[in-house]
Every structure is written in structure tokens, then in C-alpha cells.
């Protein structure tokens, strides 16, 4: 096991630079997550600790030691890729056991019952014998973590591992992940394109865009208090307002933001938190949000109509689509509305300042 | 661990250096050897050679003797004379013509109609890659010769004919025989490419079928068919054997002559006419390369659907139809005439060739050609081709999957043997190893055998990199990178995960290698001359004169060795790497 640290990490290919200054700082037995859309720099990232991609500049560290001269196959990483990459010409246990001609097991273990611990860690005991060809998907990726897993690395690598996988399939083996990796303790990087699924696994996670990272927290952090306008779209759902602020009342936190003509009273986002600047003054522009589940039908503030657009049954609530004015809310409730017209508010203290 | 791990390390580029000298040694040094020979004169560098036969109209027609007298351009329209190289690409120019004719209507039959053995038969069209040319010479011998079972048929018909070979006609159709199948593939495999969506949207807006066909599907064919077309052009400038055993010196090209100077000891004049043809056919393989590079295959979303070929005749039936009794006349009746003449003699049926070819023949003259010989020798040399093609094969199928500065240049290099000819190959080997090569004050000789074997794991090799360098290319490169971050080093990787993927392109290149040294003739030939290193084409070519029966027995083992080769190749293989 051990830490891993990336300083000032650029990548650049010919014509385009896929990272940018990335610094993150990964601590033993953590389970990390990098979570972006396709091109924001995720993959590179991981492959770049892995060995496979050298950094343009910036440095890797592997428990504080500089990785740059040592390749892959020295680096003591487990990957797991997406479409598994099994061995094809070799059985299951011959995958498993494929490290261990490089690394004998830990624990003194011999190879048989390494193997056999790993392939009953991953529910697939009396599978060995199979080949790659003759298991499901879910299978097949339950071998190729057990095969990462075998020489016990010091840093395990998930490259979007289950997005080949169906939804219901998907979340039983995120828990499965989830549960051997604490059983393990192992150091783990997870990428993935799947913010809910970002949320739902990891210790912390850094949300990248174009190359870069945005930022890194607790999955609650992260939704909670968005850093960047990005983040908060990116990460659940949200409600963004751009508006003027006008003014502020006495000596509340709260300030009043003017957006398209109406006016909202917001928390300035001072409140508990120091995150250094000033305080919004009026004649700043800024942005705001509000989470779907935070705007309320006739609630005592901060009041506003639209129209209803769409409305989604998700079973335990119904998304709306609303539009006010040019743009188009989003809120959720468990009880569903009739009717085109509603009056929508939020609590000032629900807000959060980008 | 240290010490497996250097020697890993230095495994890759010493067999880089290992297989770089052996290629310059088996084919860049008797190449160049030529090249010199071209413009050297009694130990003297002169291009005296080279403008004496710019200069003669035997070799260049009208444009040497417009040199002399412009005049001649005017005067002698249009009866131009043509010269051995105007001669030899006129009649490329009318086999190209020849197969494009027969290889299009095979590729819209194979392309748009369904039948029992379709797939058989487009399997069956990538057979001249491994078929020996020899072997299609004396199946047109055995068919349109003097004794051959058309000529015969047509005689008992009571038409007054007597041999179709020694013409012009017969070597286009041979040619065409051999180039056809080719233009028909290349083509119908771009042609189910085309969406079916295509020409129904152009339907949708207002155009006729026909219309829609010239505005949406030709359009989209002619590159391919371009590709075949050139293709075609090169095999038959190039061609020698077809021409050799059914024109003779009557109707040479200049690889007949090439060959016809070197039988006559006039070493000079054949370098400079070889340099020459090589320098054309170097500069054309290029512009194949270059053009087949720039295709892109693609794959129709929805492919128009098949037009059952047997049902109530319409135009179209009717087209495919009269097309395949075409194809049946073309294609069959010369295998079936070769099968024919081997069993047959003065008494009807014998199995008299077949006995003749495993006798031993105490009583034959020193001179003669024994049959048994020429079996054995095909294939201790075929074996030793292996041994030599197979590694080079795979190691440059290996180099040319990495990434690193002056890989296309090794990738041209060791893809040159493609488009430099048998006879090059063995004229340089001659010159240079049969004869001998001075280094360090010493004389070294080289046998013939080991120079035929020399030649033909060049003419083999590349089969084995094309096959295996795309079977490389597809191993999904995360399947590489899992075998490294388990600890497996470079080398590792390529003897554990990469090279047990491959193994049924290995063989399939092998089967390739095997097929193309057992069928080869044009350096085989040179290399035989006054040796007993003879072997089965070479034999076929002596005998088909004199003896056809035994002739065409040897060909039917050839055809069976082609044949088996060909079914792995078709199971195992990618290809030939032309145009799938």
C-alpha cells in the first residue's frame, strides 16, 4: 500500500494538451475517484499513474518516491480496463495467476492458494477452469479485478470498469468493488464518466474538465458545496442563476441578487466558512444555485411562476420541467402537481454561491 | 532477475540486426550487385550500356529510333514499332483490360447475388496469390495446346484448328485467367460496402436505378477497381513464366529476354534490361502503395439485399447467368483440362505420368530432368524456406507494429521484395553467391540450392509479415498493458500474450511461404540452370515441350500442394493483404 501524489502533471499530444497542471494528493487505502465527461482528462490521469503514459512535465509519486524511470511492469499497479482485456488463450486461473510469475503471493501464500483466495474473493470459486469466452460480462470483469488483485499491488486502477455493463449488474458489482477494496484496504483510483456513480463509491473524488481538475472533496462536499459553476452542473442536478447582487439587508448574511427582473434573496455563502475575498457587494455579477430538491412549490420565499413543461415519474418523485421566463427549471417533489401554472420558492439558506 | 532482464532487453534488437542482415544479404546485396553489373564494363563505370539499349529500336520501339530521326513519329503512324518494353506493357495494358473485363461482372455476381457456395467461390478468388504461375501455363498448355482438350474437341468438331498457344491472345487470357479473380474480389468487397441507404435515397430523389447506379455506386467502385487495375498491370509487366512457356522468344517480354541473355551468358545486357524493369516496376509498386493506402474500408450499415441467382429469369438473372458459363469456361476448363491431360495418354486412361514422376530413372542421362529429383528438391527447399521466411516474417510483422523513428523506412525495406522480380533476384544471387563473392581474401561459393532457398524466403517472407502484422495490430492494446502492469516486461508480453494470439496468422503465413516456394519459378529457374537443383516448376517448364503428360502430373501435385496450402491460409489467415 502506499500514497500516491501527482505535482503539477501536464500531458500534451501533438496537437492537443490533455492535462493540465494536475495535483492530487491520494492517501493509503483511500478509494478515489476521477469523474468527468469523455475528454476531460480522466483516463490520461490514470494511465499516467499507471506508467503507460509518460507526463509531458510534473512528477508521480508512489509513497513519496519519484516514479518517472520506473516502467509499468515495476510500478506494482493492478489495472482494470473496461473491456476486461482477459487473456483469451488462457484459462481463468491462468489469468489470475498471470502476476504471480512475476511477484510470488503474499503471506507466503503459494500460487494455488492465492488464485484460489482471489477467485473465492470474487464469488467465482470453481470457475477456474473455465475460459475467458465461456462467462458473462459481469464474470469476465470480476476475473480481470481478481487477476489486478492477485500480486497484491500497491495501488489498484479502475478504468470505467463497468460501463460495458448493464445498470442492475453495475450496481451489484459496485458493491462488490466497494466491499473488497475495503476488505483490502487497498489504495484505489476509479475512473469513471458516471457522477452518480462517483457519489455513490467513493471516499473522495476530483471532478475534472478539460484536463483539469476542478475539484477534489467527499462525495458530500462535492455535492454540497460545488466549487465551480462546472461542478455544480455536472455533479446531480441544479438550478443556475446569473443575476446582479442589489443589495444587502442589514446585517444578515443574506444578500439580494437581481435575475431578469425579479429578485431573490440568497445566503452570500460567508456563513461558517472562510474561503478568503470579499464579501459580494452590490453591483457584483454573480452566480447561484439551487438544488431541484430545494425548489418548493408555494414556499414563503424567494416565490417565482412558471409553467410546467415536462413532468417525469421516478417513482418515489416526479421530476418538473418548468419554464420561467426564457429558461427552464428543474425541481423535484414526492408529490406530483396538476395543473400548468405553480408558484415555485427556496429557503435563502439552500443556496450556494459559485 | 537482473541478468534475464538485460538480456530481454537486448533479445529485441539483435534479432532487429539479425534479420536487417540476413534481408541484405539474401536480397539487398544481390540486388545491388545487378545494379552495378547495369553500369559496369570490364571493371569500368559506364552507362555506355544503358544508352546503347535507350538507343536500339529492338528494345524501345519508335522512341529509340526517334532519337535518330523525329521524323519516324510521323512517317510511321500509326504502325509504330513497339520495342520488347513498348511489347511488354501493351500486353499488360491488355490483360489489365482483359481482367477488368472478366473480373467486374464476376464482382457485381459475387457482390449482389446469393447462391449455394457463394462464400466458397470468394474464398476461391483470392487462390492466384498462392497459385504457381507455372501452374496456370500448363493447365492453358494442357487445354488450348497442340494436344489440348479444347483443341481437341474443336478438331473433332471438324473445325480446322491446331494450337492456341504461341499467341498474343492466349497469354492476355491466361493473364486474365490469373488477374480476374483478383479485380473480382477487391472490387465486390468495396461494393458490399455501399450502403444499401445510398441508392435508395437517390431513388427517393427522383433517379432512375440505372441512374442511381451511375451517380451512387460506380463513383464509390473505381477506386477499387483502380487498385485491381494496377495491380493487375504490374503481375503481368512482371510476368514471366505465363509468358515464357506460351509465347517463347516469339512473343518475350523483358523477362523472357532477361532470361534468354542470362541462358546465353550475356550477363550485361540482362542487369541493365533487369534494372531497368525493376526501376518501372519499383516506381508502379510505389504508386500501388500509395493509392491502396488512401482506400478506406468500410462496412455498409445495411447491405442491399441479395438477389437470388436462382429463380424466373430476368435481365439481371439472365447477365449472371451467361456470366458464370463464361467463368466456368475460363476458370474450370483449364484445371480440368490439366486434370484430364495427366490422366490420359495414346492408350485413354493411365495412370502412366503419375508412375513416370516417382520412378527413379537409372537409365536417364546426366543432362535429363528426373522427375523424383525435382519432387524432392521442391520440397527440402520449401522446408528450408520455412526456416528462414518464417522468423523474418514475424519479426518484421513485430517492428512494423511499433511505434519508433524509422519504422516506415524498415517497413518499405523489407516490403521491396514485392515489387522487384524472380529473375532480379536470382540474377543477382547468381552473380553474386553462385559464382562467388570476395571478403577478406577469401572466395566464398554458395551451392544453388542454398541460393534457390535464398530466393525464395525472400519471395516468401512478406506473405508471413502481412499475415501476421495485422493479427498483431489487433490484439486490443489494453490486453498488453494488463500483461505489464502484472509485472511482465516488453519481451514478456510478446512470448506469453502476443505471439499465442497470432498463431493461426503464423500459420497461415507458413502455409503461404510453404505455397509460394513450392511454386516458384522465376528465380528458381536462373538458379537451376546447369545444377541439379531443379525442382517441380522448373521441371514442368523443360518437360512442356516434350513431355506434357509427365508435365501435367507434376502440375496436378502442385495444384494439390497449392490447394492444401490455400484451405489454411482461407481458414487461419488474414489474407494475402491485398484488398482482403
Known amino acids: ?93 491462468e489469468n489470475v495467476a498471470y502476476g504471480l510469475k512475476f511477484a510470488d503471493p503474499p503471506d507466503g501464500q503459494s500460487v494455488d492458494e492465492r ?34 488483485l492477485a500480486p497484491a499491488p500497491d495501488v489498484l486502477l479502475l478504468d470505467e470498469p463497468m460501463s460495458a455493463l448493464d445498470a442492475r449488474l453495475r450496481e451489484t458489482l459496485r458493491r ?81 441578487v437581481a435575475v431578469d427582473g425579479a429578485e431573490f434573496r440568497v445566503d452570500d455563502g460567508f456563513d461558517g466558512r472562510d474561503r478568503g475575498g470579499e464579501a459580494p457587494t452590490a453591483g457584483d455579477r454573480l452566480t447561484f444555485c439551487v438544488r431541484p430538491e430545494d425548489l418548493r412549490v408555494d414556499a414563503d420565499a424567494n416565490r417565482f411562476e412558471v409553467a410546467v413543461e415536462t413532468a417525469e415519474f421516478l417513482g418515489e418523485t416526479t421530476r418538473y420541467y418548468a419554464d420561467w421566463g426564457d429558461r427552464t427549471v428543474v425541481f423535484r417533489t414526492p408529490d406530483p402537481h396538476g395543473g400548468d401554472a405553480l408558484t415555485l420558492g427556496f429557503d435563502p439558506a439552500d443556496t450556494r454561491m459559485l | 532477475m537482473r541478468v534475464t532482464r538485460v538480456a530481454e532487453r537486448l533479445t529485441a534488437p539483435a534479432l532487429a540486426v539479425a534479420t536487417l542482415a540476413l534481408l541484405s544479404l539474401l536480397f539487398f546485396y544481390p540486388v545491388g550487385i545487378v545494379l552495378v553489373e547495369a553500369v559496369r564494363v570490364d571493371g569500368v563505370y559506364t552507362l ?130 490469373y488477374d480476374a479473380p483478383l479485380i473480382a474480389r477487391i472490387t465486390a468487397a468495396s461494393w458490399e460496402g455501399i450502403d444499401a441507404e445510398m441508392t435508395e435515397t437517390a431513388r427517393s430523389l427522383g433517379a432512375s436505378p440505372l441512374r442511381a447506379f451511375r451517380d451512387v455506386v460506380i463513383p464509390q467502385l473505381l477506386p477499387a477497381i483502380l487498385t485491381g487495375a494496377l495491380l493487375t498491370f504490374i503481375f503481368s509487366f512482371m510476368s514471366f513464366a505465363i509468358v515464357l512457356a506460351l509465347g517463347g522468344l516469339s512473343l518475350a517480354t523483358v523477362e523472357v529476354w532477361v532470361y534468354h541473355r542470362i541462358s546465353q551468358l550475356d550477363y550485361g545486357t540482362a542487369s541493365t534490361l533487369a534494372t531497368m524493369e525493376m526501376l518501372f516496376s519499383l516506381a508502379l509498386t510505389y504508386a500501388y502503395l500509395r493509392y491502396e493506402a488512401r482506400q478506406r474500408a468500410t462496412s455498409a450499415a445495411r447491405p442491399p439485399d441479395r438477389i437470388a441467382l436462382l429463380g424466373p429469369a430476368t435481365k439481371r438473372r439472365l447477365f449472371a447467368w451467361g456470366y458464370a458459363i463464361v467463368a466456368v469456361v475460363v476458370f474450370v476448363v483449364p484445371i480440368v483440362g490439366l486434370l484430364l491431360s495427366s490422366v490420359t495418354g495414346p492408350e485413354g486412361f493411365t495412370l502412366r505420368n503419375y508412375r513416370f514422376l516417382v520412378e527413379r530413372q537409372a537409365s536417364a542421362y ?46 518499405t525495406l523489407s516490403m521491396a521484395p514485392f515489387a522487384v522480380s524472380g529473375v532480379v533476384v536470382g540474377l543477382g544471387l547468381l552473380r553474386g553467391f553462385v559464382f562467388g563473392t570476395e571478403a577478406f581474401g577469401y572466395r566464398f561459393t554458395v551451392t544453388g540450392g542454398l541460393a534457390i532457398v535464398a530466393a525464395h524466403a525472400v519471395g516468401a517472407y512478406p506473405f508471413v509479415t502481412r499475415n501476421v502484422a495485422p493479427a498483431l495490430a489487433g490484439i486490443d492494446g489494453s490486453i498488453v498493458e494488463s500483461a505489464r502492469s502484472l509485472g511482465a516486461s516488453r519481451a514478456r508480453v510478446m512470448l506469453d500474450i502476443e505471439l499465442p494470439l497470432v498463431v493461426p496468422a503464423v500459420l497461415a503465413g507458413t502455409a503461404f511461404a510453404f505455397a509460394i516456394s513450392i511454386g516458384e519459378f522465376d528465380s528458381t529457374v536462373i538458379l537451376a540452370t546447369g545444377d541439379g537443383s531443379y525442382t517441380m516448376p522448373v521441371a514442368i517448364e523443360r518437360f512442356i515441350g516434350r513431355r506434357l503428360g509427365p508435365a501435367t502430373a507434376m502440375g496436378v501435385v502442385l495444384l494439390v500442394v497449392t490447394s492444401v496450402s490455400f484451405v489454411i491460409i482461407d481458414r487461419l489467415g488474414e489474407g494475402s493483404g491485398f484488398g482482403g
Open chain 2, 366 to 411: 546426366a543432362f535429363q530432368v528426373k522427375p523424383l529429383t525435382a519432387v524432392t528438391n521442391s520440397l527440402i527447399f520449401g522446408a528450408g524456406t520455412l526456416l528462414l521466411a518464417v522468423p523474418m516474417g514475424v519479426f518484421l510483422a513485430i517492428v512494423s507494429t511499433r511505434q519508433f523513428r524509422g519504422r516506415k523506412l524498415i517497413d
Open chain 1, 1 to 93: 500500500m502506499a500514497d500516491l501524489e501527482l505535482a503539477g502533471v501536464r500531458k500534451a499530444f501533438a496537437d492537443t494538451v490533455a492535462l493540465d497542471d494536475v495535483s492530487l494528493d491520494i492517501a493509503e487505502g483511500e478509494f478515489f475517484t476521477l469523474v468527468g465527461p469523455s475528454g476531460c482528462g480522466k483516463t490520461t490521469t490514470l494511465r499516467t499513474i499507471a506508467g503507460l503514459e509518460s507526463p509531458t512535465s510534473g512528477t508521480v509519486r508512489f509513497g513519496g518516491e519519484d516514479v518517472a524511470d520506473v516502467p509499468t511492469e515495476e510500478r506494482d499497479v493492478g489495472i482494470v480496463f473496461q473491456n476486461y482485456a482477459l487473456f483469451p488463450h488462457m484459462s481463468v486461473r
Open chain 1, 176 to 256: 462488490q468493488v466497494k466491499r473488497i477494496q475495503t476488505e483490502l484496504d487497498v489504495t484505489t483510483v476509479y475512473v469513471t464518466h458516471d457522477q452518480a456513480e462517483a457519489l455513490a463509491i467513493s471516499d473522495r473524488l476530483a471532478v475534472m474538465s478539460d484536463g483539469a481538475v476542478e475539484q477534489v472533496g467527499t462525495p458530500r462536499e462535492v455535492y454540497e458545496e460545488p466549487a465551480t459553476e462546472f461542478v455544480a452542473s455536472f455533479v446531480g442536478e441544479n438550478n443556475l442563476f446569473r443575476g446582479e447582487v442589489v443589495g444587502r439587508d442589514g446585517d444578515d448574511d443574506a444578500i439580494t
Open chain 2, 48 to 177: 555506355a550500356t544503358v544508352v546503347e539499349v535507350l538507343r536500339d529500336p529492338f528494345f524501345f520501339g519508335v522512341f529509340a529510333q526517334a532519337l535518330d530521326d523525329p521524323a519516324v513519329v510521323v512517317r510511321s503512324f500509326p504502325d509504330y514499332r513497339l520495342g520488347l518494353f513498348g511489347f511488354t506493357a501493351y500486353q499488360a495494358l491488355l490483360s489489365t483490360v482483359a481482367a477488368i473485363a472478366l473480373g467486374l461482372p464476376g464482382a457485381y455476381v459475387l457482390a449482389r447475388f446469393e447462391f449455394p457456395g457463394r462464400k466458397t467461390i470468394r474464398s476461391l478468388t483470392a487462390l492466384p496469390f498462392v497459385m504457381p504461375t507455372i501452374l496456370v501455363a500448363i493447365g492453358f498448355v494442357a487445354t488450348f495446346g497442340a494436344t489440348g482438350v479444347v483443341t481437341g474437341a474443336l478438331q473433332t468438331l471438324g473445325l480446322q484448328v491446331e494450337s492456341f498457344t504461341g499467341t498474343l491472345g492466349i497469354i492476355v487470357l491466361a493473364h486474365a485467367f
Open chain 1, 115 to 148: 488464485v484460489a483466495d482471489l477467485l473465492d474473493l470474487v464469488d467465482l470459486s470453481g470457475m477456474g477452469d473455465r475460459e475467458p469466452d465461456q462467462l458473462s460480462g459481469g464474470q469476465q470483469q470480476r476475473v480481470a479485478l481478481a487477476r489486478a
